[in-house]
Each structure stands twice: as C-alpha cells, then as structure tokens.
C-alpha cells in the first residue's frame, strides 16, 4: 500500500515563526499536493509539484511556499505564521500514467498558531 | 478546470441505499470522476472511480450518464459507519494537473 507521512501529527506554533510541514510519500510518484481544510469549506488547493523542484500555485498560496527537492519529499512552508494559518494540513501524492490514478493523502497535521 | 456541486449534507437510515449526486458541467474530454471519503481527523480515502456508464466495486457503484455532467455515487444498505463526508473529484491523469475538490457531503447515517 501507498504510505504518504506526514512529519507531525499536531503543532503548536506562535505568531510570526517560520513553520515547516513535512511530507514523504513511499511510492515514487510524480505529483505531490498540500491542502488545507477548514470548518464548511472541504479541502482547499494550496500548491502542488508535478516534478521535482517543480511547483505550481493552487486557490490558496498566498503566505505559503514550497519545496520539492526530492521526488519523495514535499515540503509546506509558512514563512511567517499567522493566527488565519491554524488549520489542518493535507498532504496527497498521486502517479501519473495513462489511466487515472487515484490521490493517497496523509493523516492531516493539525496547526494551530496563536 | 471543471468545478464539481453536491449537495452539503444528507441524512439516510441504517440498511437504506443512499445516492449522492454531483454536478460537473464544464467536465473535459481527458477527465475522470472519482470519490473519496473523509472520516474525521483523516485524510480522504479513494472509493471509485469512473469514466462514463457504470463502475462498482465493493463498496459503492457509480453512474455517469452519456454526457458525463453529472454523476452519482450509490451506497448500498449503509451502516452508521458509513457516516463520513463524500467529495467528487473531476480531473485528468496528465502530470499538470490541479486537483480541485468541491465542498464535499456530509453523510449522516442514522439508527
């Protein structure tokens, strides 16, 4: 079975750190996905990698960036966390071939800054 | 990028079949439709997947009719752990591909 893990199960962080989300898929895929979900508004596009160092904005980027240095890694970063960042955090990977394939997520990494 | 509706939420009944649509208008030529399931405090799981027609498995069946905007996915005789939030999700296999998912219904199976 695909194995997609996310580094922290929990998080507390302070207003203003640099945050790091961790995700390392087991399956050699090509697209890596971070969403995030809130209360009422299902799970929302951040960016995701169809390649590594490749990236692409989703819905929401604004005061994230990312990270794909190596295929099995992606990584989230807040550059300076706010209170409006506390949510939970979504990683999914998918293959790429030329039958659909289907998405794997994480776990979830719930944020909360204060 | 074709934007998916459902409905927010349902309610059914333990043994009941239940059938939630989604609306995909603007569905292209390359895109499939496939569901997850969210439990809560978990990250979505796959149900099934389709391209047009019927598609089952052994948990759920999905129609899509000839024009493919829209599809249903059917549970047979749900059970109170079948209480969970279904999302559709139309997208392509190509590499470039931005996953967008809908707001997702939520699924209360009651006793």
């Known amino acids: 079975d695909v194995k997609v893990t996310q580094s922290s199960r929990y998080l507390v962080k302070r207003t203003g750190e640099k945050v790091f989300l961790e995700c390392v898929q087991d399956?050699?895929?090509?697209?890596m996905f971070w969403y995030r979900q809130d209360p009422g508004l299902g799970l929302r596009l951040i960016y995701f990698?169809?390649?590594?160092?490749?990236?692409e904005k989703g819905d929401i980027p604004e005061g994230y960036s990312v990270s794909r240095e190596k295929k099995e890694r992606f990584s989230l970063i807040l550059e300076s966390a706010s209170t409006n960042q506390t949510s939970m955090y979504l990683c999914?990977?998918?293959?790429?071939?030329?039958?659909?394939?289907?998405?794997?997520f994480g776990s979830g990494t719930q944020l909360s800054v204060l | 990028l074709a934007k998916t509706t459902q409905p927010i939420s349902m309610d059914s009944y333990e043994g009941q079949e239940v059938n939630i649509t989604c609306s995909h208008n603007?569905?292209?030529?390359?895109?499939?439709i496939t569901w997850y399931q969210q439990f809560p405090s978990q990250g979505p799981r796959f149900i099934i997947q389709?391209?047009?027609t019927k598609v089952t498995n052994e948990v759920a069946s999905l129609f899509i009719p000839a024009d493919r905007k829209s599809s249903t996915l059917s549970l047979p005789r749900v059970s109170l752990s079948d209480t969970a939030v279904y999302y559709c999700?139309?997208?392509?296999?190509?590499?470039?591909?931005?996953?967008?998912f809908g707001a997702g219904t939520r699924l209360a199976v009651h006793p």
């Open positions: 999914a990977s998918r293959g790429t071939g030329r039958t659909n394939e289907k998405l794997f």
């Open positions: 399956m050699d895929h090509e697209n």
């Open positions: 990698s169809y390649d590594v160092k490749m990236k």
């Open positions: 603007n569905i292209a030529t390359n895109d499939y």
């Open positions: 389709g391209y047009k």
């Open positions: 999700l139309v997208g392509s296999s190509g590499g470039y591909n931005k996953l967008i």
